[in-house]
């Protein structure tokens, strides 16, 4: 096999995997609005975190998920933050569990970016729940 052909193979399995847990609406508009400019670090993305980090059998989707929520708290990514709370409820992370992984990082990553982390969560579970 290529490395033409592995790296194809790779990010085809990261667009499957982005798609199952962002939706595949959220998916496509990302990367219709990709220039030309961002495109290396879109494709970067898609080949090595979706397709060869979240399609690797040793955790579930779920806990991947609630991982995600945590480092992005700690890291204070809200726009990251909030395309991941989407994922985690597309990954059956309930609104309980995620508000169990934000106390997480309110006491071990500090409490001004878990608030950070629970106003956003609140808002999109919100409009989650408005979109149902």
């Known amino acids: 096999m290529t490395t033409e052909g592995t790296h194809h193979e790779s990010y085809e399995r990261g667009i499957d995997m982005r798609k199952r847990v962002l939706g595949a609406e959220h998916v496509e508009r990302s990367l219709a609005s990709v220039s030309e400019f961002s495109r290396p670090i879109q494709e970067l993305v898609t080949e090595y975190c979706w397709g060869e980090v979240w399609t690797r059998p040793g955790i579930d989707q779920r806990t991947r998920s609630m991982i995600n929520l945590a480092m992005l708290t700690a890291l204070n990514r ?7 709370v989407k994922g ?17 990082t309110a006491i071990y990553v500090g409490v001004p970016a878990a608030l950070e982390s629970f106003r956003i969560a609140e808002r999109v579970l919100t409009e989650l729940d408005q979109d149902a």
């Open 78 to 84: 809200p726009h990251e933050l909030a395309v991941h």
């Open 88 to 104: 985690a409820v597309h990954n059956g992370v309930t609104a309980a569990e995620i508000q169990e992984v934000l106390l997480q």
